[in-house]
């Protein structure tokens, strides 16, 4: 199970990719059920090779998913609390015991704490409109 926040803003970007872009690759003659699809209205088959596309597209540096952990990791061991630092591991999820001791006690709550702490270690600013109401379990 996954759990994730997003803002309202997040949301509307979500719900315009759903509404406006997402039909037109849709193939009647073969739909697909998955959120995301590829240019020929396919389930994406690899996110990781469609981000590094991107990237090299917008000359952004690539960083995989690990990388980011440990950064968010590092940092949140510096500076948050041990109750906070529990909410980030929960969150972060590196092993299936890690899986199995937290995630039975996920909750809508716990999962928008955890975001919102993650957010306050980007320097960038944390948007507006973190709510429960949008909490998403997988």
Same mark, same amino acid.
């Given at each position: 199970?996954?759990?994730? $926040?997003?803002?309202?803003?997040?949301?509307?970007? !979500?719900? $315009?990719?759903?509404?406006?872009?997402?039909?037109?690759?849709?193939?009647? +003659?073969?739909?697909?059920?998955? %959120? %995301?699809?590829?240019?020929?209205?396919?389930? @994406?088959? &690899?996110?990781? &090779?469609?981000?590094?596309?991107?990237?090299?597209?917008?000359?952004?540096? /690539?960083?995989?998913?690990?990388?980011?952990?440990?950064?968010?990791? #590092?940092?949140?061991?510096?500076? !948050? +609390? $041990?109750?906070?630092?529990?909410?980030?591991?929960? /969150?972060?999820?590196?092993?299936? &015991?890690? @899986?199995?001791?937290?995630?039975?006690?996920? #909750?809508?709550?716990?999962?928008?704490?955890?975001?919102?702490?993650?957010?306050?270690?980007?320097?960038?600013?944390?948007?507006?409109?973190?709510?429960?109401?949008?909490?998403? !379990?997988?």
């Amino acid at each position: 199970m996954v759990g994730y $926040a997003m803002t309202e803003e997040e949301e509307a970007w !979500f719900k $315009a990719y759903y509404e406006t872009m997402r039909p037109r690759y849709l193939d009647p +003659s073969d739909p697909c059920d998955k %959120f %995301f699809l590829s240019v020929r209205g396919k389930q @994406v088959s &690899s996110v990781t &090779s469609d981000l590094c596309r991107l990237h090299r597209c917008y000359e952004v540096q /690539n960083a995989t998913s690990q990388e980011v952990r440990r950064v968010a990791e #590092t940092q949140a061991g510096s500076v !948050f +609390s $041990a109750r906070q630092k529990e909410g980030v591991a929960r /969150n972060m999820a590196h092993t299936t &015991s890690v @899986v199995q001791k937290h995630y039975s006690m996920l #909750t809508a709550e716990a999962v928008v704490e955890t975001s919102v702490l993650l957010g306050k270690l980007s320097e960038a600013r944390q948007p507006r409109g973190l709510t429960s109401s949008w909490c998403c !379990f997988l």
